[in-house]
């Protein structure tokens, strides 16, 4: 399956944390910075929705996550998963409701190793502005999803493609000529959970 998503975006953000040359220090500092960042989601298992913190059940959901100064360095896609349980699960963060209720949320990579790493600031001045990722070729699940994208100066043009089965039981199934929920985030310069989301759609693949 392939994806083309094509979305309006002025300024072009494809550094994450980068490392900032400090004249006054003589040395890099690593302020964080966001990287701009498109995810598509489709459930594995549970009531899937497009909230993180429902009000009741939980979900498990398949994410492709694209980040303009990390996974797009070599053109790949971050393959994850989204936990979303009322009971404890294994790295999740806790989200309290004033004691009513409280939901877990883990957001766990694939097995395998990522399209990028980080690395430590150089030792002498090599720029104002380096970036602290370097790419390195992924495996395993982390090696399912392509994808590049492009900034214009207007916006971003991205592409992705996946089999529409991995045999990875981390991964979402699509059948040719079946359909699927999914739902589209788009981050601008942010972190975290501000961001664009969109209601869930309705994804139907036409038979080859």
């Not at 953000?13 to 966001?34: C, E, F, G, I």
């Not at 590049?148 to 971003?156: I, L, Q």
């Not at 039981?169 to 972190?191: K, N, P, R, S």
């Amino acid at each position: 399956m392939y994806v083309l998503a094509q979305w309006a975006d002025a300024t072009r953000s494809d550094m994450r944390d980068p490392h900032v040359w400090n004249k006054a220090q003589n040395a890099y500092a690593r302020p964080t910075l966001a990287d701009d960042q498109f995810a598509l989601e489709f459930p594995i298992e549970g009531q899937f929705t497009t909230s993180m913190l429902p009000d009741e059940g939980g979900y498990i959901a398949d994410v492709w996550h694209w980040k303009a100064g990390r996974s797009n360095l070599d053109g790949w896609v971050d393959d994850k998963r989204h936990i979303i349980s009322m009971s404890s699960v294994k790295d999740a963060l806790p989200y309290a409701f004033g004691g009513r209720k409280t939901v877990y949320i883990a957001r766990p990579m694939d097995d395998g190793k990522p399209s990028y790493v980080a690395v430590p600031a150089p030792a002498a001045n090599a720029g104002d502005v380096v970036s602290s990722y370097v790419a390195q070729s992924p495996d395993g699940s982390q090696a399912d999803v392509r994808g590049k994208g492009v900034h214009d100066g207007k916006g971003w043009t991205l592409e992705m493609g996946r089999k529409l089965s991995t045999g990875n039981a981390d991964d979402a199934v699509m059948l040719a000529g079946g359909e699927i929920l999914c739902a589209i985030a788009i981050l601008d310069d942010e972190l975290y959970w501000k961001h664009s989301v969109s209601d869930l759609l309705v994804l139907r693949l036409r038979q080859p």
